[in-house]
Nanobody
């Protein structure tokens, strides 16, 4: 089992950047595919990005369009989401999640979740 704690959210102007972090407990962090999801008010939670076990592979939601980068540091049990050129539509609560298999975008395949961190992008 793994416990996840996100940080790094906040208020930023459109066009700005934020880096989210997710710290994981336990000694099995490298066994998990790590993902980021987000949920905007009144909308369903959607897939943002995921990184494979070593971090060498990653995939993104279609809306990202090259603006976000996911990375992971297995030595420090942390996964990051670097978000650049933020837009007001990126306003949401961002969640870190862990899965056992790679290539998955549906939240039902991620059994472990953090509590979320709020990202607000002003226009």
């Amino acid at each position: 089992q793994v416990q996840l704690v996100e940080s790094g959210g906040g208020l930023v102007q459109a066009g700005g950047s934020l880096r989210l972090s997710c710290a994981a407990s336990g000694r099995t962090f490298s066994r998990y595919v790590m993902g980021w999801f987000r949920q905007a008010p009144g909308k369903e939670r959607e897939f943002v990005a995921a990184a494979g076990w070593s971090g060498g592979q990653s995939y993104y939601g279609d809306f990202v369009e090259g603006r976000f980068t996911i990375s992971r540091d297995n030595a420090n049990n942390t996964v990051y989401l670097q978000m650049d050129n933020l837009k007001p539509d990126d306003t949401a609560v961002y969640y870190c999640a862990a899965a056992m298999s790679y290539g998955l975008r549906a939240e039902r395949y991620y059994p472990y979740w953090g509590q979320g961190t709020q990202v607000t992008v002003s226009s």
